[in-house]
């Protein structure tokens, strides 16, 4: 069974950090490239970053500089350390894995208050 399970989210004030980590199992972690995602209230949903199987990064122009992708490739786990937040950061955000299939997880709320 395929499953991504986020944590790490929460409340935090403007200027601060958290960091997200997503645990994958059920798949081959290493031949996926694995994203983040977020979808604020009444909004699209949108990408927010993604690691590709070679190691490959990118990120939206919003988040460029202040939020970092990575994996433990040996605990089929994905991090999104976010610093500087801002309020319009506020969103759930979700892991989504991709290669020869498209897999998500349930979200996990990040509040970012001013």
């Known amino acids: 069974e395929v499953q991504l399970v986020e944590s790490g989210g929460g409340l935090v004030q403007a200027g601060g950090s958290l960091r997200l980590s997503c645990a994958a199992s059920?798949?081959?972690?290493?031949?996926?490239?694995m994203s983040w995602f977020r979808q604020a209230p009444g909004k699209e949903r949108e990408g927010v970053s993604c690691i590709t199987s070679d190691g490959s990064t990118y990120y939206a122009d919003s988040v460029k500089g202040r939020f970092a992708i990575s994996t433990d490739n040996a605990k089929n786990t994905v991090y999104l350390q976010m610093n500087s937040l801002k309020p319009e950061d506020t969103a759930v955000y979700y892991c989504q894995a991709s290669g020869g299939f498209e897999y998500w997880g349930q979200g996990t709320q990040v509040t970012v208050s001013s």
């Open positions: 059920g798949f081959t972690f290493d031949d996926y490239a």
